[in-house]
């Protein structure tokens, strides 16, 4: 029986291993982390790593959308990409992930507002789970594999791969136990990004540079936004900010939810994220906005242009995420808790943990920029969006820098070892990553004849 071992027990490689298992191959899941049952949201290292992956403890969105969440139209016809999201959508619907129903009429109605704004509004199928429910989905799905004959070990870090003759024969673990196998799937998730980059560096492998996406997560009254949550749970809105033309776009709306931190332990720099829960409730609601930014030499790493800032963002918080009103980014001064608590209108943070500072000594000129001309621009979709109320965390940081040439399988020129979503910048998301892992593992499948 062939050996598939996987890199990695988030979406991407737990929706593998689901195909994998169906075709008679032993398939063992290793990851750095925890089974989803031992997960601690409030330990830094248990917030990023272990089953299920980064987003485990994230908002629970999914869309349902071959160009949300990466581009699956690099690897399929258009045709077989929205099949596949329909397949993905079905393997959730197991377990009693449904669709958010939406209003075709009132959709159209807020394509149309947008248009006449400058605003770009992308109409997708989308369902919540929610935060406090995302692990009893990881959990039943984690089982279900098992019974499959799908093997989970936990708490181990996978440092290399092993190589013979052009082809890859397994993994060698931190300890120096190697893992013999036919084929490798590299689905690591965002935090093992960097590795990727420098596993492909020490073998040789061609990479390429994805964008990184770069801004802060913006919180407001929930108030503000009801209405178009209201026909768009996560709504996509895109703009070109007018003064460097720059792409700009909401991303992970949190409808009455909580800015939470996120510590890159290995890259020493904190961030932010937001989730909402199904059964818990804030008066808050909040989503990152964020620029694409892309590099040419004589750098082109832009993960490391991303860390670079995020450490700098951490210095001036002193560890902590940087909290700041639009109205202090505008007026050019810090904000201070005074001046955030200064009148009863005024939003409260869902995030504490933080310092009260000036964002704009931390992000580039040009960043904060695109970010004010888009939150004035969304003001008109969405007034009072860009209120001096407005709260402003840094930094929101999404990493899909390094990116391993594959083939339309996603296989490496490395025979037998294939690379799947965040880490290996081939997708962003949930789904998007689900639907990678699809991909790679139908394509070890093939090679079978």
């Known amino acids: ?46 917030l990023l790593h272990g089953m299920g992956g980064a987003g485990t403890f994230s908002d ?37 992930v449904d669709v958010i129903p939406t209003d075709n009429e009132r959709t159209r109605d807020l394509e149309r507002r ?58 060698v673990l931190e300890d120096g136990e190697v893992v013999q196998a036919d084929f490798v799937l590299l689905a690591p998730g965002r935090v ?13 492998l061609d990479v390429t540079y994805n964008p990184v996406d770069i801004g802060v997560r913006v919180e407001v009254p929930s108030i503000v936004m009801e209405e178009v949550i209201d026909i768009s749970y996560d709504p996509k809105l895109y703009v070109r900010a007018p003064t460097y033309d720059d792409r700009v776009r909401t991303f992970c709306v949190s409808p009455e939810g909580f800015v939470v931190k996120e510590v890159y332990r290995d890259e020493g720099a904190v961030g932010v994220n937001g989730h909402s829960l199904r059964d818990v409730k804030t008066g808050n609601t909040n989503f990152a906005l964020l620029t694409s930014i892309n590099l040419t030499e004589p750098v082109e790493s832009t993960t490391a242009y991303g860390i670079s800032i995020a450490r700098l963002a951490t210095t001036i918080g002193g560890g902590k995420p940087i909290l700041q009103s639009l109205g202090d980014l505008r007026r050019h001064r810090r904000s201070t808790w005074g001046r955030l608590r200064k009148s009863p209108g005024d939003v409260v943070p869902t995030l504490m943990d933080v310092t009260p500072g000036d964002i704009s000594m931390a992000l580039p000129h040009r960043i904060v920029t695109d970010l004010v001309e888009a939150l004035e621009m969304l003001a008109g979709v969405i007034p009072g969006l860009d209120a001096d109320r407005t709260l402003l965390y840094a930094l929101e940081l999404k990493r899909y820098a390094t990116r391993l040439r ?4 996603l296989q490496t020129q490395l025979k037998g070892l294939y690379v799947a979503g965040d880490g290996a910048g081939v997708a962003r998301g949930i789904a998007g990553a689900a639907a990678t892992g699809e991909i790679a593992a139908r394509g070890i499948i093939a090679s079978l004849g």
């Open 1 to 46: 029986m062939k050996k598939v071992a996987i890199v990695g027990a988030g979406p991407a490689g737990m929706f593998a291993a689901h195909e994998l298992a169906q075709h008679s191959l032993e398939v063992v899941v290793l990851d750095m982390g925890k089974p989803v049952s031992d997960r601690n949201r409030n330990e830094p290292f248990d």
């Open 60 to 96: 629970g969105k999914v869309n349902f959308h071959p160009q949300i969440g990466g581009n699956l139209y690099e690897f399929l016809r258009e045709d077989e990409a929205w099949s596949l999201m329909d397949h993905i959508e079905q393997i959730f619907r197991k377990y009693d």
């Open 114 to 171: 947008a248009a006449k704004c400058g605003v770009s509004f992308l109409p997708i199928r989308q369902a919540h789970i929610g935060s406090d429910h995302l692990t009893e989905l990881i959990e039943a799905m984690g089982r279900e594999l098992e019974r499959a004959g799908v093997q989970f070990r936990f708490g181990k870090r996978v440092v290399d791969i092993v190589r013979e003759d052009g082809a890859v024969r397994g993994v």
């Open 192 to 204: 093992g990004s960097e590795w990727v980059g420098r596993l492909a560096l020490e073998h040789s």
């Open 406 to 409: 594959t083939d339309l399988r």
